[in-house]
Nanobody, 122 residues
């Protein structure tokens, strides 16, 4: 059974940091594209960062320089280190897996986690 289980969300003040984790189970984690998305209320899902094999991770302009994606292929865990958080980062965050090379389109991903809420407020 395929599972993606996110954790690490919560509330933080502007300028603070959080690290999200996503454990992948039941699929070929090491050969999959892994990515983080987020969705604000009333908006479409937004791709933030994705990583595939040994390729350099890719980031959206909105998080480049503040967020870092990292994968641990021994533990099958994907991380998103988020620094200098802003109120605009408030959203539900999702990890996703695609059983192939990365694509930007969220509909191209095969598996999704349940999401973890991040709230940035004073």
């Amino acid at each position: 059974q395929v599972r993606l289980v996110e954790s690490g969300g919560g509330s933080v003040q502007p300028g603070g940091s959080l690290t999200l984790s996503c454990e992948g189970l039941g699929f070929a984690y090491s050969s999959s594209c892994m990515a983080w998305f987020r969705q604000r209320i009333g908006e479409q899902r937004e791709g933030l960062a994705r990583v595939y094999s040994a390729y350099t991770p890719l980031y959206s302009d909105s998080v480049k320089g503040r967020f870092t994606i990292r994968r641990d292929t021994e533990k099958n865990i994907l991380y998103l280190q988020m620094n200098n958080l802003e109120p605009e980062d408030t959203a539900m965050y999702y990890c996703a897996a695609r059983l192939n090379y990365c694509r930007e389109d969220p509909t191209a991903f095969d598996y999704w986690g349940q999401g973890t809420q991040v709230t940035v407020a004073s």
